[in-house]
């Protein structure tokens, strides 16, 4: 059982950044693949970037080149910085652990990018 927990999220300016996190419970998480997701109002989850456990990413094109996902087994997190933050960025983000056949998610952390 792994439980994860997300953090870091907020309003902030169009143009700004922001970074999240997301804490894993539970044992062997270098061996998870981790991602990020978001769901907007009235629209379906989407992906937002991917980690495997061996460090490989990939991005929305969407993000590509404002985030970065990133991850330090040490300390059994996952980080999404979120640069050159958009108002069509707002969203509430999901963390998400998988390792076949389990999958586990994050309640989810609101981003709102405003001026």
């Known amino acids: 059982q792994v439980q994860l927990v997300e953090s870091g999220g907020g309003l902030v300016q169009p143009g700004g950044s922001l970074r999240l996190s997301c804490a894993a419970s539970?044992?062997?998480?270098?061996?998870?693949?981790m991602g990020w997701y978001r769901q907007a109002p009235r629209k379906p989850r989407e992906l937002v970037a991917t980690?495997?456990?061996?460090?490989?990413?990939d991005y929305a094109e969407s993000v590509e080149g404002r985030f970065t996902i990133s991850r330090d087994n040490a300390k059994n997190t996952v980080y999404l910085q979120m640069n050159s933050l958009k108002p069509e960025d707002t969203a509430v983000y999901y963390c998400?652990?998988?390792?076949?056949?389990?999958?586990?998610w994050g309640q989810g952390t609101q981003v709102t990018v405003s001026s």
């Open positions: 980690i495997t456990s061996g460090g490989y990413t």
């Open positions: 998400n652990a998988k390792l076949f056949p389990l999958a586990y």
């Open positions: 539970g044992s062997n998480f270098r061996l998870y693949a």
